[in-house]
């Protein structure tokens, strides 16, 4: 099946510790996206990726970083920096055409202690 | 950079009634608006969406507006059920356009529940 695979599910870390989010598709897809979701505020763009190699700030990248070393992958760190991490990520991606859905991930959900 | 803007945060129905969920963009240029669905702890799935040279789109129960002047578009449900319950997100976005990046610009969403 073609999809979209966030990991891990639920994620426990401590304040001061950088943690990463895996995100592969196996859609051949050339965009990937990064989004954040809280309660009551929608989904906000991290980070996102258009080809591989390349990937640009969203609306809310401060405290995280990424990388796109491969077509398929689309990594997410949240550091250390990131002020309020606890949070539901969920990953996208987008074949690249005008066609314009967006697959999402299942989302990993992030719990600072 | 885009805004987009959700209302009601929360509907309740009656089953069978209909409901209509509100969005508001600011970027002129936007000309791609999909609406998502979110069911609780499942990921959002496009439902239905509407490209700024159409006014009105149809799918079955669903059905989406849209009024490039006043920059707002609605999403439309008929005769609700109980799995229409869900948040229900608009979207705005630049598709094709250099820069767009074909990213899409999320409402705050709105919680549907459908009583029976």
């Known amino acids: 099946d073609g999809g979209i695979t966030q990991s891990p599910k639920y994620l426990f870390r401590k304040e001061g510790q950088n943690v990463t989010l895996s995100c592969e598709q196996n859609?051949?897809?050339?965009?990937m996206y990064w989004y954040r979701q809280d309660p009551g505020q929608g989904l906000r763009l991290i980070y996102y990726?258009?080809?591989?190699?390349?990937?640009q700030k969203g609306d809310i990248a401060e405290g995280y970083s990424v990388s796109r070393e491969k077509k398929e992958s689309f990594p997410l760190t949240v550091t250390s920096a990131q002020k309020n991490p606890t949070a539901f990520y969920l990953c996208a991606s987008h074949e690249g055409s005008n066609t314009g859905e967006l697959f999402f991930g299942e989302g990993s959900r992030l719990t600072v202690l | 950079g885009e805004n987009v803007e959700q209302h009601p945060s929360t509907l309740s129905v009656q089953e069978g009634d209909s409901a209509v969920i509100k969005c508001t963009y600011s970027?002129?240029?936007?000309?791609?608006f999909p609406w998502y669905k979110q069911e609780l702890g499942k990921r959002p799935q496009l439902i239905i969406d509407?490209?700024?040279?159409?006014g009105e789109k149809k799918d079955q129960r669903i059905a989406v507006t849209l009024n490039k002047t006043a920059k707002h578009f609605s999403l439309h449900i008929t005769e609700t059920q109980p799995e229409d319950s869900a948040v229900y997100f608009c979207a705005a976005s630049k598709q094709g356009l250099t820069g767009g990046g074909n990213k899409l610009t999320f409402g705050t969403g709105t919680q549907l529940k459908v009583e029976l």
């Open positions: 509407i490209r700024s040279n159409v």
């Open positions: 970027d002129s240029a936007s000309n791609y």
């Open positions: 859609l051949n897809h050339d965009a």
């Open positions: 990726s258009q080809i591989v190699n390349d990937f």
